[in-house]
């Protein structure tokens, strides 16, 4: 076996187990969904426009995904160390990191198939509702929302492979979506009222460091840099959604492609880490 074989397995897997085709319906229908309603909301005041139609999914697919990447990837290899197959997956001529990497390779394609049939639907959607349909920048959306997708892939195999329970990987991984797309907010937001009250930062200061920790969050990262490469006529309403701070380094699209590629990197990292060095019975 190879890295390819493996995820090549993995993504039949995810097929004969319905679970490629349950996603695949469920993001199509959120993708419909979200762009009926956001167009319906704005035909009542004039033409929808496409490229303000685009700006509106960002935020409701920066929240969905990472629910739907943490958990298609936090059994990966918890999985299989519980069920016994990661001996057998072992066995044969494949190393920890071919099983790792076959694993996040072959269940960001999972994901990658529903992003792709969720964001046809919603060129459906889009051509027959907004007056303009924006076909560049819309394949940017699908590209960059796959993107994220495998980002959350990532972090839920690099969490599965540092545990060997599965209670422990179902209660972290509510944990991390939980984190990704309710509480990190609730942190931003307890933060400020520490910083106001314990140190004297100044207003622009304050605004750098909340500024800076929205975006180390991928979601925030992804739609900075969806902002930057939409059309002109976009990126004024895209920013009012992406941070909500005062401009600095941490508004950059350099900046936030890095997060997002050290949001990848590192859990894979660590997961593979904690991986290899552990006993596996």
Same mark, same amino acid.
């Given at each position: ?14 097929? %004969? ?6 996603? /695949? #319906?469920?993001? +199509? $229908?959120?993708? =419909?969904?979200?762009?009926?309603? *956001? &167009? ?6 004039g ?41 057998l997956l ?7 990191q ?8 072959? %269940? ?6 529903? /992003? #792709?049939?969720? +964001? $046809?639907?919603? =060129?459906?959607?889009?051509?027959? *509702? &907004? ?35 599965d ?52 979601s925030? &990262? ?60």
């Open positions: 076996m190879t890295v390819a074989t493996v995820a090549r397995k993995d993504f039949e897997d995810a097929a %004969r187990a319905k679970t490629l085709w349950a996603l /695949v #319906v469920i993001f +199509s $229908l959120f993708i =419909g969904a979200a762009a009926w309603f *956001f &167009a319906d909301v704005q035909s009542a005041s033409a929808v426009a496409g490229d303000a139609l685009l700006v509106s999914l960002t935020t409701p697919t920066s929240i969905f995904l990472p629910i739907i990447g943490i958990m298609v990837g936090y059994k990966a290899i918890v999985g299989e160390r519980t069920s016994g197959t990661i001996k072992l066995s044969l001529p494949n190393t920890r071919d099983v790792l990497a076959g694993k996040f390779i072959g %269940r960001t394609a999972v994901v990658t198939t529903a /992003v #792709v049939a969720g +964001s $046809l639907v919603g =060129g459906v959607v889009f051509a027959a *509702f &907004a007056s303009s349909f924006p076909v560049v920048e819309y394949l940017l959306f699908l590209l960059l929302t796959a993107v994220l997708g495998a980002v959350f892939v990532a972090i839920g195999i690099g969490f599965s492979s540092s545990t060997k329970s209670t422990i990987a179902i209660v972290g991984a509510i944990a991390l979506v939980l984190l990704f797309t309710l509480l990190w907010n609730v942190f931003t937001f307890v933060l400020s009222l520490l910083l106001n009250q314990f140190t004297e930062l100044g207003q622009e200061t304050l605004l750098d460091v909340l500024g800076f920790t929205n975006a180390i969050n991928p925030g &990262a992804y739609s900075v840099v969806i902002n930057d490469l939409l059309s002109e006529g976009a990126q004024q309403a895209a920013a009012s959604q992406a941070m909500g701070a005062t401009a600095g380094f941490y508004t950059e699209t350099w900046f936030a492609a890095l997060v997002l590629l050290a949001w990848t990197v590192v859990p894979l990292a660590l997961g593979y880490w904690r991986f290899e060095n552990a006993e596996l019975g």
